[in-house]
């Protein structure tokens, strides 16, 4: 099936996160340290944060108000109603890596993924942890041994799904009343684990690398491939049953517009912060697709 992708934002670093929220669109542009707002078409494009620590998860309190991971202080930030960023909960004792992506849930409970590892300097992959932020800022570990844990999302029936980047996997966990991570089970599997955590050789083994992803109303998850230029729809158990490509690397996505049925994805070319930072070519695309939005976020 062939669809129509079309732009609607251009001209920035490299985008993430996206999250539709009150008839706009919201992401993170992580190497202008800016969180934006736009329309579905693109239009009225607004500067909602700037994060000098680098943005990128995006989710909302019960009350309305903005939570950001705040990734080079691995600070989970609030706005305030008068705009201020503060500090809603200290992730840096509980994680090895950068904090990532997020889902916060109905109750204001923040789930977040860290890299575990030194990406971006090179180092060998070592496994990582999903923290549960609370609403009164108490962090907890709520899983250990995940392979670069990404992009969430919550089902109505109370399931996590997680992106395992590095892994070749979505995973599964129930979440209690508590807020505690239960059930571990895989979801999707599309490869075996790599044998290798040095990353060249790691990359040549990831068949595909789930980064941000999104829930649709027939339960299949939009899932952006961060290796192979591609989103493709996943059902569970691993059943690819489309596959769209940006021409561009594509790194999240998210369902959204009126009525739900807007595919928006974050591409550009990679994720390397000279690149993007000089180039901007860090673009937001848009697709019509069939089924619309589901879950959290």
């Not at 129509?4 to 202008?32: K, M, Q």
């Not at 109505?156 to 979505?170: H, I, K, M, Q």
């Not at 690397?249 to 994805?265: I, K, N, P, Q, Y």
């Not at 000089?278 to 848009?286: F, I, S, V, Y």
């Amino acid at each position: 099936m062939s669809r129509e992708i079309n732009t609607v934002v251009d001209g920035l670093s490299f985008l993430e996160c996206p999250r539709w929220h009150e008839g706009r669109i919201w992401f993170a542009d992580f190497y202008t340290h800016r969180v934006y707002s736009a329309r579905e078409d693109g239009g009225d494009l607004r500067v909602e944060a700037e994060v000098e620590g680098q943005p990128s998860g995006l989710g909302w309190l019960p009350d309305g108000r903005l939570l950001v991971v705040s990734m080079r202080d691995a600070r989970l930030l609030r706005r305030e109603p008068d705009g201020s960023l503060v500090t809603h909960a200290d992730l840096s004792s509980h994680v090895k890596g950068y904090p990532n992506d997020m889902v916060v849930d109905a109750h204001g409970r923040a789930f977040v993924g860290e890299f575990g590892f030194d990406l971006m300097g090179g180092a060998p992959l070592e496994t990582a942890a999903l923290l549960r932020a609370d609403p009164d800022g108490t962090v907890t570990t709520v899983a250990e041994d995940v392979w670069f844990p990404n992009g969430s999302v919550l089902t109505d029936d109370g399931v996590l799904l997680v992106c395992e980047t590095f892994g070749n996997r979505v995973s599964a966990f129930d979440v209690t009343g508590d807020g505690d991570l239960v059930n571990r089970r895989t979801w999707a599997k599309f490869g075996e684990l790599p044998t290798d955590r040095n990353l060249e050789p790691l990359f040549a083994q990831v068949v595909v690398a789930p980064d941000g992803c999104c829930l649709d109303a027939e339960g299949a998850l939009w899932v952006a491939d961060a290796t192979g230029n591609r989103v493709l729809r996943v059902r569970e158990g691993g059943e690819v049953s489309e596959e769209i490509s940006p021409g561009t690397g594509a790194f999240a996505c998210m369902l959204g517009g009126e009525d739900g049925r807007t595919l928006f994805v974050c591409a550009a070319p990679d994720f390397h912060e000279d690149a993007r930072t000089r180039e901007r070519e860090g673009t937001l695309r848009a697709v019509r697709v069939d089924s619309p939005h589901a879950g959290r976020p």
